[in-house]
């Protein structure tokens, strides 16, 4: 009798592990595209910069490697706002050699809302995947704050009654650098990350590999792992809250935002101190 039980148990820890299924879905601009939509001309950086941020696609190689080690069947889907009419995706994620996966981007007939659009192509997502996989599902996402990834996330979790790891890049810099009076934006049961460093911390494992930690100490020393359009984007916010742009005359305005690049400088400076 002992024997049989243990045989079903045994037999029932099998089948979960096969049925055992990861969906790693991600944004692509300003996720794993350096595209700068936080700025005006970021549309225009859209058109003709297709640079990856060079650890993205080694992280993600190595996430599903290490998950294919572990027997999980694992699907990438690269969810973006961008329009299949100005953006190759297929191309984009081939030529940086990021795991294969299907790329859904936006064309004329859908949703003009950007959180409406990835709400509901997510949604399919999930929901097209066999009720097998459904039951014993873990979804990474990734994304960035420039736009609305974190609240589509967390709202996808809660509907779809997810288990899920969500990881947002912060280009607004207000999740890594608080100003007087300000205090960080952080949502509960997020991660955030400046940098691919940050995700080192992270409890949630898989996620960095030996070849990501190397990259990223690489770069890190080579002072190469945040794009420049990030610290213009905290200099921004310094020369905002200090009202430059409200100065008596044009030279109060130049000292006002040459302060506030110098203050930006410092703040990052000091975030690459630590580890």
């Not at 297709?50 to 889907?77: A, C, T, W, Y």
Request: proline fraction near 3%; aromatic fraction near 10%.
């Amino acid at each position: 009798m002992c024997t049989k039980i243990l045989h079903l148990c045994v037999l029932s820890f099998l089948i979960n592990i096969s049925w055992a299924k990861t969906v790693v879905i991600s944004d692509i601009d300003d996720t794993i595209k350096m595209t700068n939509n936080m700025s005006s001309t970021g549309t225009i950086v859209h058109f003709l910069d297709n640079d990856p941020f060079p650890v993205m696609p080694i992280l993600f190689r190595e996430l599903k490697s290490q998950l294919d080690d572990k027997g999980e069947q694992v699907e990438f889907h690269y969810v973006s706002g961008g329009y299949r009419a100005i953006f190759n995706g297929d191309k984009f994620i081939k030529k940086n050699n990021f795991p294969s996966g299907k790329v859904y981007l936006r064309n004329l007939k859908s949703p003009r809302s950007t959180f409406t659009y990835k709400y509901l192509t997510i949604t399919k997502i999930i929901e097209d995947l066999d009720p097998e996989d459904r039951q014993n599902l873990t979804v990474y996402f990734f994304g960035d704050n420039a736009a609305y990834d974190a609240d589509v996330y967390w709202q996808l979790t809660r509907d779809l009654t997810l288990k899920s790891h969500i990881f947002i890049r912060d280009v607004q810099t207000k999740a890594t650098f608080a100003l007087e009076g300000e205090s960080l934006e952080q949502a509960k049961g997020l991660h955030y990350f400046f940098t691919e460093r940050d995700l080192k911390k992270s409890a949630v494992e898989p996620l960095l590999g030996k070849a990501s930690h190397e990259k990223i100490e690489v770069l890190n020393k080579a002072k190469k792992l945040l794009p420049e359009y990030v610290k213009r984007t905290l200099k921004s916010r310094i020369s905002k809250k200090n009202n430059c742009i409200d100065q008596d005359n044009l030279a109060d305005v130049i000292k006002c935002n040459k302060k506030a690049k110098k203050e930006a400088a410092r703040l990052i400076d000091e975030y690459f101190a630590h580890d």
